[in-house]
């Protein structure tokens, strides 16, 4: 029997929090509700999911995606995120690959670690995500005296996606 317990896959055998369970179940009713997005939701599943509290009293649900399938979840994105949006009830979901990061070798060690495991590349890959309708064209980071720092990204004009670039930025 298909369920949507074969739609969380957890790392070694982890259980699902019941919070992960309920998000699996909402993509389980979408592929069975006969939506246009049913063909391209059979194969796919997520890691984990995680409901995050924004500013300004508001919340978003940070879905965790294998990086394998992360462009098969691009061809749906717009589609998946809108419907999933209205399951929970306005709550803003943002769907982000699950990359790895691996320390640095040690001092000595002929091991070269791939650029895309370094943790810049990781965090930088994540942004690109989250703002994922839109395309980055530029960041700018301001250093302040307090030792914070604000990074402005600078995102590609599309009319369309504008709203949910909005939304995404402000999450």
Not at 53 to 64: E, L, P, Y
Not at 133 to 144: D, L, M, N, Q
Request: hydrophobic share 35%; glycine share 4%; aromatic share 4%.
């Amino acid at each position: 029997m298909y369920t949507s317990r074969n739609r969380i896959h957890k790392d070694k055998g982890a259980e699902p929090t019941e919070f992960e369970e309920s998000v699996a179940q909402t993509i389980f009713d979408l592929e069975n509700a006969g939506t246009d997005l049913k063909s391209e939701l059979k194969d796919l599943y997520i890691n984990s999911a995680v409901q995050v509290d924004v500013a300004g009293n508001r919340k978003a649900v940070c879905i965790h995606i294998p990086y394998r399938l992360r462009k098969a979840y691009r061809k749906i994105h717009v589609r998946l995120v809108r419907e999933l949006e209205k399951k929970f009830s306005g709550k803003d979901v943002i769907l982000i690959a699950t990359r790895r990061i691996v320390r640095p070798p040690k001092k000595g060690s002929a091991v070269q670690r791939p650029r895309t495991r370094t943790l810049t590349a990781v965090h930088e890959a994540m942004l690109e995500d989250v703002v994922l309708p839109a395309e980055i064209v530029g960041k700018r980071t301001r250093y302040r005296l307090d030792g914070s720092k604000i990074m402005k990204v600078h995102c590609n004009d599309l009319p369309k996606e504008k709203d949910i670039l909005v939304t995404n930025t402000h999450t």
